[in-house]
């Protein structure tokens, strides 16, 4: 069975500074992956997706993320905080040809603090 | 975004009620999903939907029934609402394989008394 585990439930940067957010996953065959944000009282929005291709994936609002296989990660990663990043983050995976059922991950809340 | 409504958004009920919950998206996805979402699990997939009348139980479906009869539409039914149902509930569609994406709806706060 698939599974996501984020490290940290909560994690708080300065603005400027380097956003790390890291998600592991266990499944049997080499997932989809994906990062997933949802701000106040909202649904959830695309951050990121991995398929196939280049393992290294930039998404919207600078944040990019690399899926390494030996690892079983997938961390999200941005070089610059903003105040508008804070928010909680979601990491999924889905098995490729199914129905795209996502597991998801506890969440991570990203905080940015001046 | 994938044009996906929900109805109600926000919801008081008490325990034993019946309670409805409605998706409608006007993109035409044919494979459509509710999730519950709560504190320390993330979203955990109840049902879905890959077309219309054909649906199936996710992670989390005891307690929940769905039915589709309409592309566009896809129904959650609480048939005896319970306090452990108390939750965020979000409606997705998918793109299909060639896009991949799942689209979210705002979600409905549910509570149940």
């Known amino acids: 069975a698939q599974s996501v585990t984020q490290l940290g439930s909560h994690v708080s940067v300065s603005e400027g500074a380097l956003v790390l957010l890291r998600c592991n996953y266990s499944?049997?065959?080499?997932?989809?992956l994906f990062w997933y944000v949802q701000y106040p009282n909202q649904g959830l929005q695309l951050l990121l997706k991995y398929t196939t291709g280049a393992t290294l994936v930039k998404g919207i609002n600078g944040f990019e993320a690399e899926f390494k296989k030996s690892e079983t990660s997938f961390h999200l990663t941005k070089p610059s905080a903003h105040m508008s990043d804070a928010a909680e983050y979601f990491c999924?995976?889905?098995?490729?040809?199914?129905?795209?059922?996502?597991?998801f991950g506890a969440g991570t809340r990203l905080a940015v603090h001046p | 975004d994938a044009g996906i409504t929900q109805s109600p958004r926000h919801k008081v009920t008490e325990t034993g009620t019946p309670v409805t919950l409605r998706c409608h998206q006007t993109?035409?996805?044919?494979?459509m999903y509710w999730y519950r979402q709560d504190p320390g699990h993330g979203l955990r997939l109840i049902h879905y939907s890959y077309g219309v009348k054909d649906t199936d139980k996710g992670e989390v479906s005891d307690g929940y029934s769905v039915s589709r009869s309409k592309t566009e539409d896809f129904l959650l039914t609480l048939e005896s609402a319970t306090s452990s149902q108390t939750s965020v509930y979000f409606c997705?569609?998918?793109?299909?394989?060639?896009?991949?994406?799942?689209?979210f709806g705002p979600g409905t706060r549910l509570t149940v008394l």
């Open positions: 997705a569609t998918w793109t299909g394989a060639l896009a991949n994406e799942q689209f």
């Open positions: 499944s049997s065959v080499p997932p989809y």
């Open positions: 993109e035409n996805h044919r494979y």
């Open positions: 999924a995976v889905s098995e490729p040809g199914g129905y795209n059922k996502l597991i």
